[in-house]
């Protein structure tokens, strides 16, 4: 059974910074990725990492514009884990914060093409 836990999350001053993580268990994927949701907002790709396999292959990223420069995504495959930090929050990134793996490329804008989620972590930036 495939399962994916995030944590982390919680309320930060616009400036701030904070680093959530998410457990993978189950099953190894290739491509692991954060996307968000704000409050009556569709849900939206932030940021993705993608392993061929090796060692020492510390994979490709991308993010969305948005947050390019101010998340950094990671992965420890040792551990089954992917982490988000985000340094410099600000209001506008206000939302659900979820966990996301498939099996291919990173895909940024067809988020169905994602087989699993968490359950979603609340990250709150106050101006």
């Known amino acids: 059974q495939v399962q994916l836990v995030e944590s982390g999350g919680g309320s930060v001053q616009a400036g701030g910074s904070l680093r959530l993580s998410c457990v993978v268990s189950?099953?190894?994927?290739?491509?692991m990725g954060w996307f968000r949701q704000a409050p009556g907002k569709e849900r939206e790709f932030v940021a993705a990492?993608?392993?061929?396999?090796?060692?020492?292959?510390?994979?490709?990223?991308d993010y969305a514009d948005s947050v390019r420069g101010r998340f950094t995504i990671s992965r420890d495959n040792a551990k089954s884990t992917v982490d988000l930090q985000m340094n410099n929050l600000q209001r506008e990134d206000t939302a659900v914060y979820y966990c996301?793996?498939?099996?291919?490329?990173?895909?940024?804008?067809?988020?169905?093409?994602?087989?699993?989620w968490g359950q979603g972590t609340h990250v709150t930036v106050a101006s």
């Open positions: 990492i993608s392993w061929s396999g090796g060692f020492w292959n510390v994979g490709s990223t």
């Open positions: 996301a793996a498939r099996n291919g490329r990173i895909e940024k804008s067809s988020i169905m093409l994602y087989e699993y």
């Open positions: 189950g099953r190894t994927f290739s491509t």
